[in-house]
């Protein structure tokens, strides 16, 4: 986490090889990424984004896009974030076609799917780039219990805003000017009165009072 235009989105294109290291590496798994093709790195992880995309076909088709080992996996992984709530509600449920952006949809529907679709490509490593930094507050309640199902037993890669989101991660690394700052779990942060604590109290008015 960290503000805005720090480098946090620049971790993930680096960790898919979006953009090549100058210097250092990235291992997964004690492997160099640079040791491994391209596309078998990006097969071994999937990014959540903060804006969805929703391609014009079926409910089914965007969570599987097409793949068969996915597609296997449509249902059970839209029960996994709580999309099937409201997929079984449409006309069609699974079969209801969607409109190009997903019009038809509104922005925690759009996000559920997304998550549902991480989750059937069944990825090794999860990226959630802001993935509930635009969505009103009744939207983020829709979308919060199928954040914590999509990470469990995932390593995962949380980038955010919302401290409400990364709170509870087992290690936090604040990001400042494209560089670490701070790095801990969020208890050990709060006490050290730095930025994280900073952070907390514009987002939740410590009001002067101590800090939680």
């Known amino acids: 986490m960290g503000e805005s235009g720090g480098g946090k989105t620049t971790v993930t294109r680096l960790l898919g090889r979006m953009y090549e290291l100058n210097s250092g590496c990235i291992l997964v798994d004690g492997v160099d990424i640079r040791q491994l093709p391209r596309h078998e790195l990006r097969s071994r992880m999937a990014v959540v984004p903060q804006e969805p995309f929703i391609f014009a076909g079926t409910v089914a088709f965007n969570i599987s896009l097409g793949d068969e080992r996915a597609a296997a996996r449509v249902r059970q992984a839209a029960a996994v974030v709580g999309a099937h709530r409201f997929i079984e509600q449409l006309p069609q ?22 998550f549902a679709r991480a989750v059937a490509f069944d990825p090794e490593l999860l990226m959630l780039d802001e993935a509930t930094a635009s969505v009103d507050s009744e939207s983020e309640r829709l979308i919060q219990e199928g954040v914590q199902r999509l990470l469990q037993g995932r390593t995962a890669l949380v980038i955010a805003h919302r401290l409400s989101t990364v709170r ?17 779990r969020h208890e050990e942060l709060l006490a050290q009165g730095e930025e994280y604590a900073r952070l907390y109290c514009l987002q939740f008015d410590c009001g002067g009072g101590a800090v939680k």
Do not use: K, W
Request: proline residues 0%; charged residues 35%.
């Open 93 to 114: 449920g699974y079969d209801t076609r969607l409109a190009e952006r997903g019009g038809n949809l509104s922005l925690g529907e759009r996000q559920l799917l997304s």
């Open 168 to 184: 509870d991660a087992d290690r936090i690394v604040v990001i400042r000017q494209g560089r670490v700052v701070e790095e801990g």
